[in-house]
């Protein structure tokens, strides 16, 4: 048997693409097809990114051609999926960071609401989604990357491009990932004033060798003092997530930390809020919830915000236990909390879509280089 390349093309002309009422083909989500006997290789590019969509498209494509062009045809499907990407790339004053299309910030007004857990897992699911993914971990008072990514030991090595020295991020999971940790010893309180952080993280952005990336993720400090100042400025962030249980104390600094990116001299757009430990679910009995911080009080906040609301995670020992044995929940197949990382990670795909779409990239604003380092001009 040999399959004409037209037949195949005609075959999927029948299936319609996401939305916008046109077919695969149409729409050029079909970006190439190879026959030859028995065998069709399909290329497929999809801006869904949800494992759902890409498992769907492949058996849509596989069942199609089967029934209409040949029921023992030998498919090979690949599925790529299109990273959203800014009108221009990010550029401080001058100094792109070439490869790097998004950055996101991860933020919580108060520590120990689950921002490094939501850190870890949004990357291992944008991972799993296909994106190519680098976490930089800032949290100069608790860095606590390398435990969750069961890295705690290694060291980023240094590497020669272009006859400069670069470190490389250490990988695990398919993510990269670059801490302050491994420049500290693990018990030493770290007492960084803003500008020696901002200095750091910018090595560890500019004089790293992440390759290219539709995502590095930036788990900040917990609060809004000086040293985000510094680090927002100096950096050219694509929009911020905000991480709070539904409980007042966090409540009232969730908000502290939206109005920060708010704030005229930061202008950070805000991605969205994410409610973590919104309910616990004891195993035994699945179908209750105890609201043990409150109900919906991060729901509740981004309403009054009017910033978008990305979705609950709920307390569950599991995400606990995970992040202490350095394998992210998000890793797990076919639970309800791989589920729930998906959809929390999806929201917070679309917000960075519809925000590149709507705003010019953000630039970092007032810099000086003062011997190398970048210092920030305060008014
Ligand atoms: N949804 C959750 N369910 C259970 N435990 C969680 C959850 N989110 C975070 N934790 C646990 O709470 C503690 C604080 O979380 P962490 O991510 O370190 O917070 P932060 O980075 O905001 O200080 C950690 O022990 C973590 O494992
Ligand atoms: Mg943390």
Known sequence: MKINKQDILKALETISAPGDGQNMVESGAVTNVVTFADEVIVDITITNPSLQAKKKTEVDIMKTIHDIVYEKAKITVNVKVDAPTQSAPNVIKGKSI??????????????????????????????????????????????????????????????????????????????????????????????????????????????????????????????????????????????????????????????????????????????????????????????????????EGAKNLSEDLKVPFLGQLPLVQSIREAGDVGRPAALQTATPLEQAFEKLTQNVVEEVVRRNDDLPPTEAIKITTMAGCSAVNKK
């Open 98 to 295: 070439p490869g790097i299309q998004n950055i996101i910030a991860v933020a919580s007004g108060k520590g120990g609401v689950g921002k490094s857990t939501v850190t870890a897992n949004l990357a291992v699911t944008l991972a799993k989604m296909g994106f190519k993914v680098g976490v930089l971990d800032a949290d100069i008072y608790g860095p606590s990357m390398p435990i969750m990514f069961d890295v705690e030991l290694e060291r980023p090595l240094a590497v020669t491009i272009d006859g400069k020295s670069k470190m490389r991020p250490v990988e695990n999971y398919g993510v990269k990932l670059l801490s302050i940790g491994f420049f500290t010893k693990p018990d030493q309180a770290v007492v960084w004033r803003g500008p020696m952080a901002a200095k750091a993280l910018n090595q560890m952005i500019f004089d790293a060798a992440w390759g290219e990336l539709d995502f590095m993720l930036i788990d900040l400090p917990p609060g809004t003092g000086d040293i985000h100042l510094s680090i927002m400025q100096s950096l050219p962030i694509t929009g911020a997530v905000v991480v709070s249980t539904p409980q007042n104390v966090a409540l009232a600094d969730a908000k502290k930390g939206v109005a920060m990116f708010q704030q005229e001299s930061i202008n950070v757009p805000v991605l969205g809020i994410i409610e973590n430990m919104a309910y616990f679910t004891p195993e035994e009995l699945p179908d209750h919830k105890y609201y043990i911080f409150g109900k």
